[in-house]
């Protein structure tokens, strides 16, 4: 352990002192395969579990020191260094296997966007999603990303590519306008979005020099973040889409996998070759849809996966508890992540970001109360069941993760 910590520092030393470290050895996860309705690893089965840490290409709750990117408009910025390293520190601590993380995909629209208006490429947006892929797969985390949103939120989505075809719709105005559905029609939009998903995969890592259609540290691209149609719960992202899409994705990174990110399980969907994965998203917890949505993908031997849940429980609902016994029960389960981790504000180690949505996890800040800690013992239980398959206490102390933040637990160099 000794030897592999002195290892990794001198890496670190070495990553900030060269522009391109160790390309000699590329760091690289092992990818992860589907069989029917498992995932592998090595041959191995492998559970996708961890948390949703929205905001690792592009922060909104952190306003930066003077000089630094900044848009005051989203009040958006480059999250540091530090904060994304801690936060694997953090995933590794939990017994997680992965992150879903919708700023490493979905970037358009934003003065700081990898797209900030259609076809025009910032450079600069890559460094904190280089960082992040490349901090992932040092602390031996997969990553589940989305390359669209189905709201016009911060970091961009589907109202940008409406817009820059010419279509004056914005979520708050036109949420129920039948015109939104030419995001997944119009043969122009769908043409530009390709575009995006192709500067996105092929851009080339200045951490690892793999693409991020090569790293098999991203495991998964999903479609979308809660893809639907014009009438809330309508599940109305049309098949003919999610396939060319998927086919898409896969010509590009053919050992990746694919998520239909369509906001529920849409049976149409089910029969669609390229997807390996159907999930769904939980506000409140509700056990009869989860079993429903099993049931449904489990015929089509497809994975399931339970892509957001509210982990406090303060929306009402089932029990987190019953929720994660049928997640652990069965086979068809891939994995589930949580809504949503947040660390301290790197390098401050003495403050926690915090966001505004009543779901933030701060993992191990001192003031968290006696009944906030039992949840986030509950989860870590969850993961090491579903990804060692060992039963732990659920009175188990949670790891520490000083800061600056440790070296990984299970080191990949
Ligand atoms: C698709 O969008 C373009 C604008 O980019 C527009 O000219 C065209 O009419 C649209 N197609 C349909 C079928 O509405
Ligand atoms: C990065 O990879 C590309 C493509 O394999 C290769 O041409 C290039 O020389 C590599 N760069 C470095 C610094 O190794
Ligand atoms: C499912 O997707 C199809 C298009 O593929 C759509 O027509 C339908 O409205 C969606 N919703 C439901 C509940 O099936
Ligand atoms: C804990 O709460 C106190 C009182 O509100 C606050 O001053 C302090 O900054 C908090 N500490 C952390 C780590 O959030
Ligand atoms: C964090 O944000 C939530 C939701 O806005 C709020 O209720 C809570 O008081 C905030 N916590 C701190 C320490 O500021």
């Known amino acids: 352990m000794a030897l592999l910590k002195a290892l990794y520092f001198l890496l670190l030393t070495a990553s900030n002192t060269l522009a391109l470290p160790s390309i000699a050895k590329p760091h690289r996860l092992s990818a992860v395969v589907r069989e029917g309705s498992k995932l592998l690893v090595d041959g191995k089965q492998w559970k996708a579990v961890g948390p949703n840490v929205y905001w690792l290409g592009l922060d909104e709750n952190v306003t ?34 992965m992150i879903r993380a919708h700023t490493l995909g979905v970037s358009t629209g934003n003065p700081l966007s990898i797209w900030p208006a259609k076809g025009v490429v910032n450079e600069e947006a890559f460094k904190s999603i280089d960082w992040a892929v490349y901090q992932a797969g040092l602390y031996g985390v997969h990553l589940l990303v989305p390359l669209v949103d189905n709201y016009d939120y911060y970091h961009g989505g589907k109202y940008n590519f ?21 995001f997944y029609t119009n043969a122009t939009i769908v043409a530009t ?32 973040n809660e893809l639907l149609g014009p009438v809330w719960g309508d599940m109305n992202c049309p098949a003919d889409w999610v396939r060319d899409i998927a ?21 149409t969907h089910l029969d669609i070759e390229e997807v390996d994965v159907f999930s769904d ?13 099993i049931e449904a993908v489990e015929s089509a031997g497809k994975v399931y996966y339970a892509g957001e849940y509210d982990w406090v429980g303060t929306s009402g609902g089932d029990s987190l508890e019953s929720f994660y016994q049928i997640l652990e029960s069965s086979p068809t389960v891939g994995g589930d992540s949580f809504w949503s981790l947040f660390g301290r504000n790197g390098p401050d180690c003495n403050t926690f970001v915090n966001h505004s949505d009543g779901f933030t996890l701060q993992y191990g800040n001192p003031n968290n109360t006696a009944y ?27 790891p520490p993760v000083p800061c600056p933040a440790p070296p990984p637990q299970r080191p990949r160099i």
Do not use: C
Not at 85 to 92: G, L, R, S, W
Not at 248 to 267: H, M, Q, R
């Open 281 to 293: 998203h939980f506000y409140p917890i509700d056990t009869k849809k989860l079993n429903a949505g």
């Open 247 to 267: 086919k898409y994705v896969k010509s590009l990174a053919p050992n990746k996998l694919f998520f239909d990110g369509t906001y529920g399980i849409n049976k």
């Open 193 to 224: 979005f390709k575009d995006y998903i192709k500067t996105l995969l092929t851009h080339r890592n200045q951490y690892n020099n793999l693409t991020y259609a090569e790293d098999p540290t991203i495991f998964a691209y999903e479609s979308g």
């Open 64 to 97: 930066p020191p003077t000089g630094e990117p900044y848009d005051p408009a989203t009040k958006a910025s480059y999250p540091t260094k530090e904060r994304v390293t801690e936060i694997m520190a953090m995933v590794n601590a939990l017994g997680g296997t």
């Open 162 to 182: 409406l817009r820059w075809a010419g279509f004056d719709f914005t979520q708050s105005r036109d949420s129920n306008n039948p015109g939104i559905q030419q």
């Open 372 to 398: 906030t800690n039992s949840r986030i013992q509950l989860i870590r239980k969850h993961f090491i069941a579903m990804s060692q398959g060992k039963t732990i206490d659920p009175g188990e102390p949670l």
